[in-house]
């Protein structure tokens, strides 16, 4: 049964029969030994050493096992070290092997102590230590040990190996073999570990292929356990660690570093590491690898909350260092408490899609602004003039923040010119969006930064607001709300008013508070003027207005897990009465996901694709997800899947052509940047993958259409709170596809549910009014199509605006047309009061 459980190399000794592994995987190639059967060699056999280090040990020449001669090692008095007879390290005598396959070696032997199989390489010229595959019991008759070695690293070109006595005995070996294998295996997509689930038993009480390891003073006490997840598989069983009287150290079950079990991995590459646990205390995924020198400690890869009841941990790791080529790994108890684990799992990570510049009409094309921004643009607004509002605030940066030094700049990106704004107060973590006069209402941000012992995300919220009048380029304060926030979002109402909630408060506890701003009044409503909820949304909630007027929660946010329930909800604000909408997928995964609406608005559908959970650090998905509101029961259903592997931070923009543009994201918290790209096409519910932005974006990036066409991304905030001050522009495909129309003559503004005449040139078959983007944070709640119906002919067009004022809040729209291929024309700027 172990030797199933060890599905990645097969060890398996026999007395005097055929092994069962050699069966299993017949050698493809020839014998690779010298002088195999030790029979070559006037007084010692040719092509091979004793070694060994510490206590000395005794040699001699001893009957074959099929020969005349044998070599018996014997060790007495031992107090260090071990010996050990292998195949002589020059070049005359040492196994050539190939890196990337591997290669079956045996021998046999007798012995009257336990020994163990050891392997040598040679990398870079030089021999060194490999790895103990594993240990053999003491053997009185001829034993036959069979063993299948890792894939052969990049860099090794020969291999040596022996079997290891450390201790008090003798050990006679005799008929060494090795012979390739053929190819090994591709990487795997599929599952590394072997016995995932523990259904398999080794020695004393240990499931097969994993070990208990641990250091430090304490009590501990372990088992395995009937107790597993729900759709575990038949026979499976998980390990309850318990630590007591903890003063120092740690338990955990490691999967086991014997060669025969610890799978292979290949250096940079990034593997999703998984198991299902429950435990009294936070625990830790820590990793451990294996090079030429030996099994070392690599990295704590996530640190995994509490749970009452099994859970899945994960991570995605960083791209193995070089000479890495297998993983051991664990969960980790630190303290008083109980832990239980099983499902344990490794896989490849799916690499990165990231395709070269191709065809411009089918991808695109990106390029890299010779200007940067001089700011940490973390609040990205587009105005009613064209011009782009760049907030950065503190810029996340405790210094700037302590120095009273706040910053915004307003950037025209037709010439490139930077304008600097004075900035009353850290709008870093602000909401902000665009009202109906075209001025930019700010509010919330930050009152003070973690203190020394606080969470990472325990920032203050501030209550102050302003608006930005692109008239003036200045902020002009307005009354404050009346609770504060941090991380709030704003979305606008069909009469125009904002409505606000989420974040944390001046005390950096969450903050359930629903605030209204009153865009006539210039000022926010006391608290008993707005229907309240009391519940928390978390911290930019994506809060979509519906074609009804109610509030859609899509389930996207900041930070850890999502909503109670569902994770989604449908939201009257009026009554204050919220309905969960089912389907969402991951629901506990959507942190720093993106959402927007798909289409037209007029369609009511909703996409969120990908996110993560940053408390816990788990590893990003790429999961998509629709919803249809206008049905009669809204539920979200699977669609497409993002290509490449999963990110958080994706940003999501639609672009004038009705397609969806998804670019930018990483893998884990403020790490690992995903450079792939695609297009979303909502009538073919299909994405296109398109080469990248040059330019690895995550936290704090943003993305902002252009009324030229064009896709601005700015930004990016990594783990070592750096910032990206490069700007990438990105040409979509219909820039490529032929002369754009124009639109020649267009009304300033125009009214809801009125038709109103457009001169036009080229093959107009569609128009359009898109909301100019407010973004940060992957969030825009206010981003919407709207899809004009057209009639008419040549250069001489009607078109109709929607009478609903949910789907065409008051406001400043960029008007397109489009051909039938789908090229639209520059934006004109139009009102709608």
Request: hydrophobic share 35%; proline share 9%; glycine share 10%.
């Amino acid at each position: 049964m172990a030797a199933l459980a060890c599905l990645l190399t097969l060890l398996v000794p026999v007395a005097s029969a055929p092994s069962p592994a050699s069966a299993a995987a017949v050698p493809g190639g020839p014998e690779l030994v010298s002088n195999p059967s030790l029979e070559e060699g006037a007084t010692e056999p040719t092509c091979f050493s004793r070694v060994g280090w510490g206590t000395p040990a005794t040699w001699e020449a001893v009957p074959g096992r099929t020969g005349a001669r044998a070599i018996a090692l014997t060790l007495s008095g031992h107090t260090e070290g071990d010996a050990k007879l292998i195949q002589q390290e020059n070049a005359a005598c040492e196994p050539v092997v190939v890196p990337g396959k591997s290669y079956q070696i045996s021998l046999w032997y007798r012995s009257t102590a336990p020994v163990a199989l050891t392997l040598f390489r040679r990398a870079g010229g030089s021999f060194g230590y490999w790895g103990e595959v594993r240990s053999y019991p003491a053997a009185p008759g001829w034993t036959r040990v069979v063993a299948t070695t890792p894939v052969i690293p990049e860099g090794t070109d020969r291999l040596s190996f022996g079997l290891s006595l450390g201790q008090n005995g003798t050990v006679v070996t005799d008929d060494y073999s090795a012979r390739l294998l053929g190819e090994a295996p591709a990487d795997p997509a599929g599952e590394l570990v072997a016995n995932p689930f523990l259904t398999e038993d080794g020695d004393a009480g240990m499931p097969a292929c994993f070990a208990l390891a641990g250091w430090g003073e304490r009590t501990v006490s372990s088992a395995l356990v009937d107790q597993v997840p729900a759709g575990s598989p038949a026979g499976a069983r998980s390990y309850r660690i318990s630590i007591s009287d903890h003063r120092s150290g740690d338990a955990k079950l490691l999967t086991s570093e014997d060669l025969s079990c610890a799978p292979s991995v290949q250096p940079e590459r990034s593997y999703r590491v998984a198991v299902q646990y429950r435990s009294d205390l936070p625990v830790t995924l820590s990793l451990f690898r294996h090079t030429a020198e030996g099994w070392s400690y690599w990295q704590d890869a996530a640190t995994l909350p509490a749970s009452p009841g099994f859970t899945t941990g994960e991570a995605i790791t960083a791209p193995l260092p070089a000479g890495t080529d297998r993983l051991a790994w664990g969960v980790t108890l630190a303290g008083n408490g109980t832990l239980e684990t099983t499902g344990y799992s490794l896989k490849a990570a799916p690499e990165e899609p990231v395709l070269p510049p191709g065809d411009p009409a089918l991808m695109g094309s990106w390029s890299v602004s010779a200007t940067e921004l001089p700011v940490r643009a973390i609040h990205s607004t587009l105005l009613s003039d064209g011009r782009l509002l760049l907030i950065a605030g503190s810029g996340n940066d405790g210094n700037q923040f302590a120095a009273g030094t706040f910053r915004s700049v307003v950037w025209n990106p037709t010439t490139g010119v930077f304008k600097q704004i004075p900035t009353p107060y850290d709008m870093f973590c602000a909401g902000h969006v665009t009202l109906p006069d075209g001025k930019v209402l700010l509010a919330g941000g930050t009152a003070a930064f973690p203190g020394a012992g606080d969470g990472p995300n325990t920032f203050k919220g501030s209550p102050e607001s302003y608006y930005f009048d692109p008239k003036d380029d200045s902020f002009h304060r307005v009354s404050d709300m009346s609770d504060a926030h941090w991380y709030p979002s704003l979305t606008k109402l069909g009469n125009g008013n904002i409505w606000a909630a989420g974040g944390l408060n001046a005390n950096a506890q969450g903050n359930v508070a629903t605030q209204m701003f009153n865009t006539k009044t210039r000022s926010w409503l006391p608290l008993n003027q707005v229907p309240q909820t009391y519940t928390y949304w978390g911290t930019y909630p994506h809060m979509f207005l519906l074609d009804d007027g109610t509030l859609f929660y899509s389930g996207a946010h900041t930070f850890g897990n999502g909503r109670p329930g569902t994770g989604s909800s449908l939201y009257n604000w009026r009554t204050a009465s919220v309905l969960d909408v089912p389907g969402l997928r991951e629901k506990d995964m959507r942190d720093q996901a993106g959402s927007v609406f798909i289409g037209p608005v007029q369609d009511q559908r909703v996409m969120i694709v990908g996110g993560g959970n940053t408390d816990g650090n788990r590893a990003a998905i790429n999961l998509v997800d629709i919803v249809d509101l206008k049905a009669q029961t809204p539920r979200y259903t699977a669609g497409p899947a993002l290509p490449g592997p999963g990110k958080l931070y994706v940003n999501l923009v639609n672009l004038p052509d009705r397609t969806v543009l998804a670019a930018n994201g990483s893998k884990q918290n403020r790490s690992q940047s995903v450079r792939s790209a695609a297009l979303y096409a909502p009538d073919a519910n299909a994405w296109t993958s398109i080469s990248p932005d040059p330019v690895p974006r995550n936290y704090h990036s943003s993305a902002i259409l252009l009324p030229d066409g064009r896709v601005a991304v700015l930004g990016s905030n990594p783990a070592d709170n750096s910032f990206e001050l490069r700007i990438s522009l990105y040409s979509p495909p219909y820039l490529f596809k032929g002369t754009r129309p124009t639109i020649t003559q267009a009304p300033s503004s125009v009214t809801a549910g009125r038709s109103f005449a457009l001169q036009v040139t080229g093959d107009v078959v569609k128009a359009q009014l898109i909301a100019p983007l407010s973004a940060t944070h992957q969030t825009d709640t206010n981003a919407r199509l709207i899809d004009l119906p057209i009639s008419g002919t040549g250069t001489r067009r009607t078109a109709q605006l929607t009478a609903n004022r949910n789907l065409v809040p008051p406001g400043p729209y960029m008007l397109t047309v489009s051909s039938a291929s789908g090229v639209p024309s520059l934006a004109r700027w139009v009102w709608v009061p």
